[in-house]
């Protein structure tokens, strides 16, 4: 991905885009210039706001629908270079460093996740293949806060699926702190536990079927829920409080530290400045005064179905491969385990009273990231811009790579095949490796299927190409300020 966008940036100029661009003062040297030639491809659109975001803290208004936890640590992470760099050059190779370790450290949870849950190592192994080549891969290299939330909120799943809830509860408020949708996933700890208790009940106890106990047990599972909610929340609570005392409190004549060309873009793009004297913010006059809301709403235009224009007909086409996909996942699953889903997982199945439930995708255990899929594609399709479909369920579902692991194993022969030959031409399989033969060790699945691409089915050509498509095309376009997903 780097080397891909440094030369695609380098090959194609700049598109003219009406984009975030804060001025930069001060002459660029000769090692600006190099980190601006071979990263600045990952500095394009929002990233920009991150960059700036970092070096100058929440100084405008609009800022503030980015949360702090990724800016905070660029800005860590850019007091470590030499000060010879500009602080854009310090916190670009900052961006850089940072998401190629979590895009890593994303995958490798990916993996632990996928064999806590579907219990199916091969499956496991090729979704976090496909993670490693998603279609929103652009994002995860470039200067956004996209591979910090996928490894938290992955993280944060595969701990509660361990049973270890209070470092779980600790990833996902750390996540909330990266992004706002980071609170839904307070849902994930609030079903854990009331499945744990709808199958407590059922197994019959005669104690815990005694009223006292069982008040005593819901008392302590609405409490653990509610101090856990509040805990994931409470990133997202503090930022508002710390927007509202920074653009609702008195004027502290902050504009006259800020450089005057900065202030002229403010003048002459409407951005209202932090500090400053003057009317202040409709929002900060409600009774929950909540920054982000109202910057999606008036400098976004982000409401329910607002986006629906025969103009937003492109970005609907962009989207589209991502909302089939995830409505394909959700009724696979739903066609196959309907009574499952009519009692919300709540009843222990018959394979589970067994002691053999079912494993892989179709599995009791993926249902409530199947709704959380299904909930974060209809929200995003109806109250979104939908073109950022595809990097906003990327970065926060496993469902987007589960899936598409699921049909890849269950429809496509050559990932099935035990043996070197293909038995169809006669020819040696490409992309096997030797040394794994009776060993354990998985070679790479997704090379293989690229490498044998006339041998693979229709269907694996629709799933690869979509992934290697829009990796591919996000690099090409993204980098160079031209419209992307």
């Not at 194609?12 to 001060?26: E, N």
């Not at 660029?28 to 706001?49: I, K, M, N, Q, T």
């Not at 900060?284 to 007909?313: H, K």
């Amino acid at each position: 991905s780097l080397v891909f966008q440094a030369v695609f940036n380098l090959l194609i100029p700049d598109h003219g885009a009406d984009a975030f661009s804060p001025p930069r003062p001060g002459a660029a040297g000769p090692w600006d210039a190099l980190v601006e030639r071979l990263l600045g491809g990952l500095g394009r659109w929002d990233a920009e706001h991150f960059l700036f975001i970092a070096e100058r803290g929440y100084l405008l208004e609009h800022n503030c629908a980015f949360l702090p936890l990724f800016p905070l640590s660029l800005r860590a992470l850019g007091s470590l270079w030499p000060p010879q760099l500009q602080p854009r050059s310090r916190l670009l190779l900052s961006a850089v460093l940072l998401n190629s370790l979590l895009s890593v450290l994303g995958a490798a949870a990916l993996y632990g996740l996928g064999l806590a849950v579907l219990r199916r190592r091969g499956e496991a192994f090729l979704a976090a293949l496909l993670f490693s080549l998603s279609p929103a891969g652009v994002f995860m290299a470039a200067a956004y806060s996209e591979s910090m939330f996928a490894f938290l909120a992955f993280s944060a799943m595969w701990r509660l699926e361990k049973g270890q809830s209070w470092l779980s509860g600790l990833l996902f408020s750390l996540a909330a702190g990266a992004r706002a949708n980071g609170l839904i996933n307070a849902g994930f700890f609030l079903y854990s536990r009331s499945r744990r208790f709808a199958l407590q009940l059922q197994e019959g106890s005669a104690s815990l079927r005694k009223l006292p106990l069982m008040w005593k047990q819901v008392l302590s599972l609405a409490s653990s829920a509610a101090l856990m909610c509040a805990g994931i929340s409470l990133p997202f609570a503090l930022f508002q409080y710390y927007a509202y005392v920074r653009f609702c409190g008195p004027g502290t004549g902050l504009g006259q530290t800020i450089p005057e060309p900065l202030l002229q873009l403010a003048r002459d793009k409407g951005y209202r400045v932090a500090g400053m004297d003057g009317a202040k913010p409709p929002w900060c006059s409600q009774r929950f005064p909540v920054v982000y809301s109202y910057v999606q709403d008036t400098y976004w235009n982000v409401g329910f179905l607002r986006y629906f224009e025969l103009r937003q007909i492109p970005n609907f086409l962009l989207a589209l491969p991502v909302t089939l996909l995830g409505s394909w996942a959700a009724w696979t699953y739903v066609s196959t385990n309907p009574r499952h889903c009519l009692t919300l997982g709540l009843e222990r199945s018959k394979s589970e009273e067994k002691g053999k439930p079912r494993d892989g995708f179709c599995g009791p255990a993926a249902f409530v990231y199947v709704v959380h899929a299904t909930a974060l594609l209809a929200f995003g399709f109806s109250c979104m811009h939908v073109q950022v479909l595809t990097r906003f369920l990327g970065s926060s579902s496993p469902i987007l790579y589960w899936f598409p692991a699921h049909l890849l194993q269950e429809h496509e022969p050559l990932l099935r095949s035990t043996g070197t030959d293909n038995p169809t031409s006669g020819k040696p399989l490409l992309g096997k490796s030797p040394s794994s033969c009776g060993k354990g060790t998985p070679d790479n699945l997704v090379v293989r299927l690229l490498l044998n691409w006339r041998l693979i089915t229709p269907l694996s050509k629709s799933v690869l190409g979509f992934f290697l498509g829009y990796w591919l095309l996000g690099l090409i376009l993204h980098c160079n300020f031209f419209p992307w997903t």
